[in-house]
């Protein structure tokens, strides 16, 4: 079985950056005979600080989603932080993600699981691997079965991550779909006055090691101008390595 990838922008800026990246996804998901998930955000609501861009909000944003999935023909997948958006999300998207430092809010978990898509976890950076045996729970007695998990690291000190990968294997007792987010892992939260760093060079051994590990998923934010992005810049993918990346995993 070949594996599942999601890739795509931070979040949403403009048309303009949807368009390119989705027709860079369609071009390797034919070339490849994959279906990579188009992921970007319509509002990321945990930046670090208030004066950072957030995107264009749940209405805009969905309506720009929706005319990806129109054009291009792709799966989508979107983050929610608050219960409301769950329902106008499922509407459009095919993957509800919730973000690692919400993934034990109670409330966000059974609002997605109840829009009957497919729910991904994405695992605290507080927490191990087998910590998310009760989300899971949430999801699944909530009546949704569909339920992913994703490995993105753990705090490690000050403006840091380190990726345990034996967390790959914990979480694969609760969910068969383990994804690693080869983008969120290389991060230095806070580390960039105001904002979050990153060191994407290390994003293709990320991708690599987790394979080793039995995942069987990978993330990967990109961008086509990274360095100018307006969220995530440095520890994004650039857009014209993603197939090599991919083709790697392949």
């Known amino acids: 079985m070949k594996p599942i990838f999601i890739a795509g922008p931070c979040v949403i800026e403009n048309e303009e ?3 390119e990246v989705a027709k860079e996804i369609v071009r390797i998901n034919k070339k490849y005979d994959i279906d990579i998930i188009f992921k970007s955000s319509f509002d990321k609501a945990n930046r670090t600080s208030i004066h950072s861009y ?3 909000g749940l209405e805009m944003g969905l309506k720009m989603l929706s005319n990806v999935k129109y054009r291009y023909g792709l799966r989508l997948l979107t983050d929610i932080h608050e219960s409301y958006q ?7 998207v095919d993957v509800i993600q919730i973000p690692a430092f919400l993934c034990r809010q109670t409330d966000l978990l059974v609002a997605a699981a109840k829009t009957g898509k497919v729910v991904n976890i994405k695992k ?3 927490l191990s691997g087998d910590d998310m045996k009760y989300p899971v729970q949430k999801v699944l007695e909530s009546g949704n079965s569909n339920v992913w998990l994703t490995e993105r690291g753990n705090t490690y000190g000050y403006n840091n991550l380190a990726v345990d990968f034996r967390n790959i294997s ?11 987010d080869c983008t969120h892992s290389v991060q230095r ?16 051994a ?7 590990f039995g995942a069987t998923g990978y993330f990967f934010e990109v961008h086509p101008d990274p360095d100018n992005a307006l969220s995530d810049g440095p520890n994004m993918l650039h857009l014209r390595d993603l197939e090599s990346v991919i083709a ?3």
Request: positive net charge; without cysteine; glycine residues 14%.
């Open 17 to 19: 950056v949807l368009d």
């Open 54 to 56: 957030r995107g264009p």
């Open 86 to 92: 769950a329902d106008a999300a499922g509407k459009v």
């Open 124 to 126: 605290a950076q507080f």
């Open 170 to 180: 914990d979480m694969k007792k609760y969910s068969d779909t383990v994804i690693m």
């Open 189 to 204: 939260p806070g580390a960039a006055g105001g904002k979050t760093g990153g060191n994407r060079e290390f994003v293709p």
């Open 206 to 212: 990320m991708a690599l090691a987790a394979k080793a």
């Open 248 to 250: 790697s995993l392949l």
